[in-house]
């Protein structure tokens, strides 16, 4: 089994900053690329930003300069810094990581959701 536990989410003002966290744990051989993507009401879900093992990253273009992805492999945690932050950022954030288990082979794996709100 594995698990991703986010955490850091929260209210901030308009301008402000988060820094969210999420912690892959569980019978993992390997991971590949991680994640967060997010969803607000009434929206689907979107990709914010990716990072694979080999450290190259991906952003959508509404948080690019705003935002950093950047994850420490040896605890298996992705973080996502969130700077001048927007009232239309406001969305429930999700974590993915593309796992590899063994004798399971690689399958994507994805965390509860943290509510990040932003007032304007």
């Known amino acids: 089994q594995v698990q991703l536990v986010e955490s850091g989410g929260g209210l901030v003002q308009a301008g402000g900053s988060l820094r969210l966290s999420c912690a892959a744990s569980?019978?993992?051989?390997?991971?590949?690329?991680m994640g967060w993507y997010r969803q607000a009401p009434g929206k689907q879900r979107e990709l914010v930003a990716v990072i694979i093992s080999d450290g190259s990253t991906r952003y959508a273009d509404s948080v690019k300069g705003r935002f950093t992805i950047s994850r420490d492999n040896a605890k298996n945690t992705v973080y996502l810094q969130m700077n001048s932050l927007k009232y239309e950022d406001t969305a429930v954030y999700y974590c993915?990581?593309?796992?590899?288990?063994?004798?399971?082979?690689?399958?994507?794996?994805w965390g509860q959701g943290t509510q990040v709100t932003v007032s304007s």
């Open positions: 993915n990581a593309d796992v590899y288990r063994s004798g399971i082979g690689w399958r994507v794996y």
């Open positions: 569980g019978s993992i051989f390997s991971i590949n690329a």
